[in-house]
T-cell receptor
């Protein structure tokens, strides 16, 4: 069964810090995604990657960057964390147009 | 551009009652359609998917959904709801190309009364 693992379930950081959220999948999927989820706003796509070192902006990329140096790992980076980036972050992977497989999420608080 | 509308933000049903969650999509061609469920504090889990063929699809946990092209709908149903079905449900539309990107609805929260 596909496993998508996010490095932290809960994370607390301070304003201005550089924050790294890590995601690893074990099924050789070429596509990986980062979403943030906020009450009443559903899932919003931040960035996605369709191959190693390839990335595209999603709907809300501002304040974020990503890195995909290996196929199984997709990192989300908050360059300078701000309080409005407090949210639940979900990582997902998929093979082609197949359904996405999600990690359990990282609840990030920026103080 | 593709889009998904889930008209009901919150639905409450009694345990044992039937359930229907609505989903309307906008997409130029035949879409890939999905329903996911999210329990509190968890990621999303796939309930069922539609790619082509039979318009009535069966999923896990006793759920089914029907694709109606004329109505641009993909409603989720369950004949008898269990307390453990209380969760948030997301409809999504995707495509065979476009790097597997899906567009998600805003979700419907299901509360089950005892």
């Amino acid at each position: 069964d596909v496993k998508v693992t996010q490095s932290s379930r809960y994370l607390v950081k301070r304003t201005g810090e550089k924050v790294f959220l890590e995601c690893v999948q074990d099924m050789d999927h070429e596509n990986m995604f980062w979403y943030r989820q906020d009450p009443g706003l559903g899932l919003r796509l931040i960035y996605f990657s369709y191959d190693v070192k390839m990335k595209e902006k999603g709907d809300i990329p501002e304040g974020y960057s990503v890195s995909r140096e290996k196929k199984e790992r997709f990192s989300l980076i908050l360059e300078s964390a701000s309080t409005n980036q407090t949210s639940m972050y979900l990582c997902a992977s998929a093979l082609g147009g197949q359904p996405q497989h999600f990690g359990d999420g990282t609840r990030l608080s920026i103080l | 551009a593709q889009s998904v509308t889930q008209p009901d933000i919150h639905i409450t049903v009694s345990e044992g009652a039937s359930l229907e969650l609505r989903c309307n999509y906008s997409y130029g061609a035949t879409p890939y359609l999905f329903w996911y469920v999210q329990s509190p504090g968890q990621g999303l889990q796939l309930l069922l998917k539609y790619f082509s063929g039979d318009t009535l699809v069966q999923g896990i946990k006793g759920f089914e959904a029907e694709f109606k092209r004329s109505q641009s709908s993909f409603n989720l149903r369950k004949p008898s709801v269990h307390w453990s079905d209380a969760a948030e449900y997301f409809c999504a539309v995707g495509a065979p190309t476009n790097a597997g990107k899906s567009t998600f609805g805003d979700g419907t929260t299901l509360t089950v009364k005892p």
